[in-house]
């Protein structure tokens, strides 16, 4: 299901957070935000998955308005993974992946055979099968995470929304989660600071810097090294990754970008 955010701007306490936000994931793309702290990625997705209204434009989830579907409508289309990663449900961990299928449920209404199905799918999926009875406010932060996406998945929604996915997670996970992803050829919209993770799972990425898009396109055309000078302020060289081809950002973790401040470099 295609996904089109159109001019979007949205402000948080007075103060214009994002501004002139056009984003389209086409059915079944991987698209991906990367920018700074601060620079606006979750303030977008969030009013993808509804929890903020935009000020200005809007998000059309397959041509509809988001804003015009009932919150069923919306939870049986997009599902999400917001960077609130609450420790307080007490609640086990095969509860809270069953809360991925309440908006097919009328009030009150029991499991049935589909929903124990989707959540059973879902544990396996994230390598949480083994874990349905713990509590969720027992896991760590990773275990959480993965138990989240699961929800995510048992919801069966037609969009994905992952606010950094792989935070918390090793890199077994992490590289777990992004074949998941590929795999699973949803439409996604996905927050990452993890650039070559971008590189490699995202058709198509958007450079957020101060609210505002300052690139867009495929990874090997947006990810050079004079704009992570500009707008990460780094050092970087692109290389092409040795097992995989894509787009290798090679970081000097040394000095950041226009060298260290004087005092720093002289004590080096
Ligand atoms: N509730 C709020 N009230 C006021 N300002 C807010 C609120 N929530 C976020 N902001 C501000 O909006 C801006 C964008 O925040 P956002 O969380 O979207 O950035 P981000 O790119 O996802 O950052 P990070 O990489 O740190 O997660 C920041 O300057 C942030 O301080």
Same mark, same amino acid.
């Given at each position: 299901m295609r996904i089109a955010i159109e001019d979007l701007?949205?402000?948080l306490s007075g103060r214009t957070v994002v501004h002139g936000i056009d984003v389209i994931a086409e059915d079944g793309e991987i698209v991906g935000l990367v920018g700074p702290n601060g620079s606006g990625k979750s303030t977008v997705l969030r009013t993808v998955y509804r929890h903020l209204a935009p000020d200005a434009g809007r @998000?059309? @989830?397959?041509?509809?308005?988001?804003?015009?579907?009932?919150?069923?409508?919306?939870?049986?289309?997009?599902?999400?993974?917001p960077q609130e990663r609450g420790s307080d449900f007490e609640l086990s961990v095969r509860e809270v992946v069953a809360m991925g299928r309440t908006p097919y449920k009328r009030a009150f209404a029991g499991e049935d055979g589909t929903d124990t199905e989707l959540v059973a799918a879902a544990l396996e999926r994230v390598?949480?099968?083994?874990a349905g009875r713990r509590r969720f406010s027992a896991l760590?932060?990773?275990?959480?995470?993965?138990?989240?996406?699961?929800?995510?998945?048992?919801?069966?929604?037609?969009?994905?929304?992952?606010?950094?996915?792989?935070?918390?997670?090793?890199?077994?996970?992490?590289?777990?989660?992004?074949?998941l992803l590929r795999e699973q050829r949803r439409t996604t919209?996905?927050?990452?600071?993890?650039?070559?993770?971008?590189?490699?799972?995202?058709?198509?990425?958007?450079?957020?810097?101060d609210g505002a898009l300052v690139a867009s396109g495929a990874?090997?055309?947006?990810?050079?090294?004079?704009?992570?000078?500009?707008?990460?302020?780094?050092?970087?060289?692109?290389?092409?990754?040795?097992?995989?081809?894509?787009?290798?950002?090679?970081f000097d973790h040394r000095s950041p970008a226009g060298g260290l401040p004087g005092a720093v470099a002289a004590a080096r």
């Open positions: 701007a949205v402000s @998000v059309l @989830v397959g041509g509809t308005d988001i804003r015009t579907l009932t919150p069923a409508q919306s939870a049986q289309r997009v599902a999400a993974l390598g949480m099968a083994g760590s932060g990773g275990e959480r995470q993965r138990v989240l996406l699961a929800r995510a998945l048992a919801q069966d929604p037609r969009v994905l929304v992952l606010d950094e996915p792989t935070n918390h997670l090793d890199v077994r996970h992490q590289v777990e989660l992004l074949a919209l996905i927050a990452l600071h993890d650039l070559n993770a971008a590189a490699s799972v995202c058709d198509r990425l958007h450079v957020l810097h990874p090997r055309e947006v990810l050079t090294a004079d704009l992570l000078a500009e707008v990460f302020g780094v050092r970087v060289a692109v290389v092409e990754h040795p097992l995989t081809g894509d787009p290798l950002i090679a």
